[in-house]
């Protein structure tokens, strides 16, 4: 009499498969583990080792008990005595050990430590106890092949654009459904100003996946540097195969971003493959990040050359550098000064990051209108952090990671994940995002000294 129908089983590793992607070997080991542990609950003596062996085609069950080959240097008799705390010997246990001269009976080339199985006599009939024993084993064995699967396939994506759908709203931090698995978009990797609604579909950055105690976290982010630069190898065949290579990217998440590309191919235009046929390329990026402006500039060796591109779209007229104090001074006219200067100093400052130096604007007339240091730890810094999974201040130090923290400790509380379905936290106003958005732009226009929110810097 087989203990399971066959037809049954089947079908259920067959959706296991392709639903979860667990592997059939690796569903019935775990049967064979929950097995071996009813048996021993139910049957098994103390200190006994059962393996048991699961026929899947015929449903077939052998027992065995294993025994580990022993000396006296690895055990101790049952009636000798410990000789002192330096004494790691273990007790002989007739269930659990076998003495050499004895395994060497039965197995000629038994060694030390090795298993030798005994047959044991097979049982169908297991009481309730031992059958909530196996059920907790199976469960168990599958979640942690369930957890290898997600680790092995969204591990090899670490670093590459995901698409998911907004499954519910907690904390600032938004919980995004890629299919097998729950990603988290934390509040400081989304972009400012940007609002959401359930169900919504979200594209991201997949910057890490963790593996935890009580299951896998996966992090996406939106206002890293390195999603403007996989948006770009999506829509620019020029960035995919390598003849366009980006030098360095800086980002005001939802403002404002500078790119600065290079060619290896001196037949092809850098800027004018991201830019594509009538801005064509460079809108669908701009589009995906919510209207955040793009200025594509060309990279150089020379810095003097650098630093004009990465003022753009202001005309200089003049630069001399200033080596000693790593100080560009760059002349425009009256009419360019605002232009150089951007919103804000947003425009001055985005260049002083991208190029490294530190830049003076001063009129025609010789007189500073701005000058912008250009923080030159920040690249290094923003390295670091990741490596390190963490966050960049607006001073280039690394923050604390503590929002996706956070939200690692409320998915591992929630083990019935089910019952909530994030009706009741979603943002409220999330069900008008335009409106909101045309909002902030209003108060933006109306405020040009406001500062934005964060500066960061990549460098490829």
Do not use: C
Not at 118 to 129: C, K
Not at 178 to 197: K, N
Request: glycine share 8%; aromatic share 4%; charged share 35%.
């Amino acid at each position: 009499m087989a203990l399971f129908d066959l037809k049954t089983l089947n079908s259920a590793l067959e959706e296991l498969q392709t639903e979860r992607g667990i592997s059939r070997e690796s569903v019935i080991e775990a049967l064979a583990t929950a097995l071996a542990a009813a048996y021993r609950r139910e049957y098994g003596k103390r200190g006994q080792i059962v393996r048991a062996a699961f026929n899947p085609e015929n449903g077939d069950t052998e027992f065995r008990q294993a025994k580990i080959v022993v000396d006296e240097t690895l055990v101790r008799k049952e009636d000798e005595e410990s000789t002192g705390d330096e004494d790691h010997r273990s007790r002989f246990n007739p269930e659990q050990h076998i003495m050499i001269e004895d395994a060497r009976r039965i197995k000629r080339d038994a060694q030390l430590d090795e298993e030798i199985s005994f047959p044991l006599e097979t049982r169908e009939d297991f009481g309730r106890i031992a059958a909530q024993a196996a059920k907790q084993v199976i469960m168990q064995k599958i979640r942690e092949a369930e957890r290898a699967s997600i680790i092995e396939e969204y591990g090899e994506r670490e670093g590459s654009i995901v698409t998911g759908h907004v499954q519910r709203f907690e904390r600032g931090n938004l919980y995004i459904d890629l299919g097998r698995a729950t990603a988290i978009l934390p509040y400081d990797e989304q972009i400012p100003g940007e609002r959401y609604r359930q169900g919504e579909r979200v594209r991201a950055l997949l910057l890490r996946v963790d593996e935890g105690v009580r299951g896998t976290f996966i992090r996406l982010s939106r206002s890293h540097p390195r999603f403007l630069t996989k948006l770009f190898e999506a829509e620019v065949p020029e960035m995919a195969n390598g003849t366009v290579e980006v030098k360095g990217i800086v980002r005001e998440p939802g403002s404002r971003a500078k790119i600065a590309v290079h060619s290896i191919d001196e037949h092809v235009d850098p800027v004018g493959a991201l830019v594509g046929q009538r801005g064509v390329r460079v809108a669908v990026v701009t589009s995906e990040l919510g209207g955040e402006k793009i200025d594509v500039v060309e990279w150089s060796d020379k810095p003097s050359d650098f630093v004009k591109e990465a003022l753009k779209p202001a005309q200089v007229l003049s630069i001399e550098l200033v080596e000693d104090e790593n100080r560009a001074v760059v002349q425009v006219a009256e009419d360019q000064q605002s232009l150089a200067i951007g919103r804000g100093g947003q425009n001055v400052r985005l260049a002083a990051r991208l190029t490294g130096w530190k830049i003076d604007i001063r009129s025609m007339g010789g007189e500073q209108v701005a000058a912008v240091e250009p923080a030159p730890e920040a690249p290094k810094a923003e390295a670091e952090a990741v490596d390190a999974h963490m966050e960049i201040g607006d001073d280039g130090s690394i923050k604390s990671d503590d929002a996706f923290g956070q939200a690692k400790s409320d998915i591992a509380g929630d083990d019935n994940a089910t019952n909530d379905t994030g009706e009741n936290t979603i943002d409220p106003q999330s069900q008008d995002r335009d409106v909101v958005s045309e909002e902030a732009n209003e108060e933006t226009d109306k405020d040009s000294s406001e500062k934005p929110d964060e500066v960061e810097v990549y460098k490829e």
